[in-house]
């Protein structure tokens, strides 16, 4: 333990600092003192003695720094000095500091703001306790038809709760919407539809109140409600009394058990109100996967343990529960259903992570990019600095003491950069909260924590070793007499010089040449996507208005389909509208689709037994097409006569028409009907493919049923009580519009208010949104690179014709033709180019492969993308060293000459 005891003794030395200095000055005095007396007695005159003594005991400065080196950290306190000495360095290069710092913030900041982002969508666990044990169900089938997974159903729920080994609790949800009443004040607002175990699987009990029971859940027993703490804010100005009242929703009053906490989310959901899902199992049956289910494994079970588990329980519940009214059992046991069971937050984060994970490569790039921008001007401001060097490395000063002052400087600058940054990322992180795509999971999640700043730390201390460590290797371990002589009007600029700062131009132009290429992919694939028929036409003129009548309001289907029918007449009178229609799903609306088997009368023989593939469908009224710009390939559309009275009539997409019948028109007069229970419909009318789940996606085979039917499924009379009106108007969008479409609605029903207003057009522009985000990101990105080179390149070129001020006076005082100068510096920038652009094709090659998954309608190599970028780039090159070329032309030849 010595060493521990002299770093102690050390340390107290920088605390008793003068105390030491004076003992020791006085025991040097002591020291030549005695050995004058010596001297004295020796027979030496005072002054000879005296003189002796100093001679004899060496040199006092050595000595006392030797002492020194002895009691005091020498590692901290040459640091200390060489951080003071970097401070007055950095200040008195002001414009050097300046650009340097910006330049780091640029980039340090940009690579924090989507660290941040990565952190807290895919890095940071759920909020619940053990989220990693929390999985989510559902289930995938060959005979899906291409679509994604389905969820679970009420009997699925059952039979795994009752039948499960793997699982500690288990629960399901859906998605919904609510009428409150306050007076006479309606209010839609959005509610959870759980079951019993829901809650208690995430493991967040409520801030006040209790979860729900099982007796929430029975049919007959009183109703209740949990609020979320929003709401109960803005609803109850969080009165703790709030629980236990009475709230009106859907016209029936609900009891209020709970609050749950402040910081409680529901996955990535955001609802007013918690309501318990109630059924009655008797008469439930197989079918209807209308919900999302999750649970949490039981310690040490894996998620493949619990989906060999779900696969064993799979044939159990097609044995327990009856089969759906209207089809056959062997639907389900003929399905080959199996398993869907991953971590929750894989199944929420998606496939976002994949474009995340390339932002931050790309940005990264962008770092890398400002380090070697950095390196070139720290390079410059080094070979200014060669006497001073050489000098102090003559004087004694050892390499690694004039590295470690280099690196100190640079760290100052990277830490100023990193501190920059950070705010820089700040506001970029604001500015993403506003107008982030909501197709980012866990967006409200996203802070900047602990960690981020950890990360921004670090981030800049290896941006300081990246571009510091150049301009160190350069230049502090250089031959002394080389290093006096390259100062002389000799030395000139050296080819060693201009190798190293030609080297960090080419990474750049490389580097930058990979994100323009990726952005360029990504405008390729947005124009792409934007050339995509959705199956609609205009769809920023359709205004959205969703509307829905309770049973508890109105109890009669039919006279509720009246409700609806007035609504929509009173709707087309309002002016400037020139179509209104209704429909129970909305085109790209997420959570607003249905999909089911469809039976044809006229299958071939050997089909008969054959398992049908899965098929959309959605519910509409007559106009719905012409509303929304769905053109009638074939037959003709619904008509009011068809709803009112429940003629057996359908309307399929021109895909399925041509699967089926292979041309749209012979589709026309056949029959098809949903399950063997049901009547048979007539195929009255072929219209175009709507892209339902994206652009980016195949358009797939839909059914469209009329809003108003009977014997649909078992259900004698079979409406939509959730409608969603379409507005085709000039003015959709506007708060004109809106207020003359609410006093439409209440004319006909004041209990019904409108909700989820927006346009058709804000759907597909949210589809794109991922896509139109990765861009935005990528061209900031290649903005960034592009500047950072463009600078780079300038900076090479100028510098270089800073250092040849005289030979270009030479040249032009023999008579050089200016075009011939400029040319040289011309060529030489384009050089440089065109090696970055050669060595950036390969390492495009790479990234765009990454991104293959993010690209439409082109390919990740496209010849177009990497020709245009690769000639764009050397162009901006070559302009680049035009402008430093142009001004040495205007130099006085006299000038020149004399200055050097």
Request: proline share 6%.
């Amino acid at each position: 333990m010595t060493w521990l005891r002299d770093s102690w003794h050390r340390l107290r030395s920088l605390i008793r600092r003068d105390a030491l200095e004076t003992g020791l000055q006085e025991e040097i005095r002591f020291h030549i003192d005695r050995q004058a007396e010596k001297n004295l007695r020796a027979g030496m005159t005072p002054d000879e003695a005296r003189r002796r003594a100093f001679v004899q005991f060496g040199g006092i400065e050595r000595t006392v720094e030797s002492t020194r080196d002895e009691f005091r950290p020498v590692l901290l306190l040459d640091s200390l000095q060489d951080l003071r000495h970097g401070l007055r360095g950095l200040r008195r290069a002001p414009g050097f500091t300046v650009v340097a710092v910006l330049t780091l913030a640029l980039g340090i900041g940009a690579t924090t703001a989507v660290f941040t982002v990565v952190s807290g969508v895919l890095i940071k666990p759920l909020p619940f306790p053990d989220a990693d044990r929390l999985v989510s169900l559902k289930h995938g089938s060959a005979d899906l038809n291409g679509g994604p997974p389905v969820g679970m159903t009420a009997t699925l729920l059952l039979t795994y709760a009752k039948e499960n080994r793997t699982f500690q609790r288990l629960g399901i949800w859906s998605r919904g919407s609510e009428t409150v009443t306050s007076g006479a004040v309606l209010e839609e607002v959005t509610t959870l539809n759980v079951s019993v175990g829901a809650l208690p699987t995430l493991g967040i009990p409520p801030a006040i109140g209790r979860w729900f029971v099982d007796e929430d859940h029975a049919l007959g027993a009183a109703e209740t409600v949990l609020l979320t703490h929003g709401y109960w804010q803005r609803r109850f100005g969080g009165e703790i009394s709030a629980v236990g009242r009475e709230i009106m929703i859907d016209a029936r009053p609900r009891t209020i058990v709970g609050v749950m906490p402040a910081g409680f989310r529901f996955l990535d959901e955001t609802p007013d109100l918690i309501l318990p899902l109630r059924f009655a199992p008797e008469t439930l049956t197989l079918g209807r996967f209308n919900f999302d289910g999750f649970a949490r494994l039981a310690p040490g079970v894996t998620v493949e343990q619990a989906s060999a588990d779900v696969a064993r329980m799979i044939p159990i519940w097609i044995d327990a529960w009856p089969s759906f009214p209207g089809i056959d059992r062997s639907v389900f046991t003929n399905s080959r259903m199996v398993p869907v069971v991953r971590p929750l937050k894989q199944e929420l984060v998606g496939d976002v992570g994949k474009m995340l994970w390339v932002l931050m490569g790309t940005i990264g790039i962008v770092l890398v990019i400002a380090c070697a921008n950095v390196a070139t001007l720290a390079l410059v401001r080094a070979e200014g600095r060669d006497s001073e060097l050489a000098i102090r490395t003559a004087l004694g000063a050892g390499r690694v003491r004039l590295a470690r002052e280099l690196l100190l400087e640079n760290l100052l600058l990277a830490l100023a950069g990193g501190a920059l940054g950070l705010g820089l990322a700040a506001a970029a992180l604001r500015l993403l909260a506003a107008v982030g795509p909501a197709t980012i999971p866990r967006l409200r999640e996203i802070t900047l924590d602990s960690t981020v700043v950890l990360f921004t730390l670090g981030v800049s201390i290896l941006s300081a070793l990246l571009f510091g460590s150049i301009p160190v290797a350069k230049h502090t371990g250089r031959r002394l007499a080389f290093a006096l002589r390259a100062n002389g009007r000799s030395g000139g600029s050296t080819r060693e010089r201009l190798r190293a700062r030609n080297t960090l131009v080419v990474v750049q132009v490389a580097l930058a040449l990979v994100l323009l290429v990726g952005s360029g992919l990504m405008i390729r694939t947005f124009l792409a996507l934007r050339a995509v028929q959705p199956g609609f036409t205009d769809p920023h003129h359709v205004q959205l208005v969703r509307v829905t009548i309770p049973e508890a309001l109105v109890g009669d289907p039919e006279q509720a389909f009246r409700v609806q029918w007035a609504m929509r007449n009173r709707l087309a009178e309002i002016p400037e509208v020139s179509d209104v229609s209704f429909t129970a799903n909305v085109p790209l609306a997420p959570g607003e689709r249905n999909r089911s088997t469809i039976i044809r009368d006229d299958a071939p023989a050997g089909d008969a037994d054959r398992l049908e593939p899965m098929r959309w469908f959605r519910f509409v009224t007559p106009g719905y097409f012409h509303t929304i710009g769905t053109p009638l390939v074939a037959g003709r559309d619904f008509t009011w006569t068809d709803l009112v009275d429940h003629r057996p009539v359908a309307v399929i997409s021109e895909n399925l028409a041509r699967e089926l019948w292979r041309e749209p028109g012979a589709a026309v007069g056949r029959r098809i009907r949903e399950g063997t229970a049901s009547p048979w419909r007539e195929v009255i009318g072929v219209v175009g493919d709507v892209h339902d789940s994206g652009v980016q996606e195949p358009a797939p085979t839909t059914v469209y049923w009329p809003s108003l039917m009977q014997q649909f499924y078992g259900v004698p009379v079979n409406l939509r009580r959730a409608v969603t009106f379409a507005i085709r108007s000039n003015r959709a969008g506007s708060e004109r519009l809106l207020a003359d479409v609410r006093e439409a609605i209440a004319s006909v029903n004041a209990s019904v208010p409108p909700t989820r207003v927006r346009t058709l057009g804000d759907l597909y522009d949210r589809s794109l949104a991922a896509t139109s985000f990765t861009l935005v990101m990528l061209a900031a990105a290649a903005a960034m690179a592009l500047f950072l080179g463009i600078v780079g390149i300038y900076g090479i070129i100028a510098y270089a014709v800073s250092q040849r001020r005289h030979e270009i006076g030479i040249r032009v005082a023999l008579g050089a033709p200016h075009h011939q100068v400029k040319r040289m510096f011309v060529r030489h920038g384009m050089a440089l180019g065109a090696a970055g652009v050669a060595c950036g094709l390969a390492g495009a090659a790479l990234l765009t492969r990454l991104m293959a998954s993010l690209l439409f309608g082109t390919s990740p190599l496209d010849p177009i993308t990497y020709g245009l970028v690769s000639l764009g780039l050397v162009g901006v090159a070559a302009l680049a060293s035009y402008v430093p070329a142009h001004a040495v032309t205007r130099l006085d030849p006299a000038r020149a000459l004399r200055g050097e």
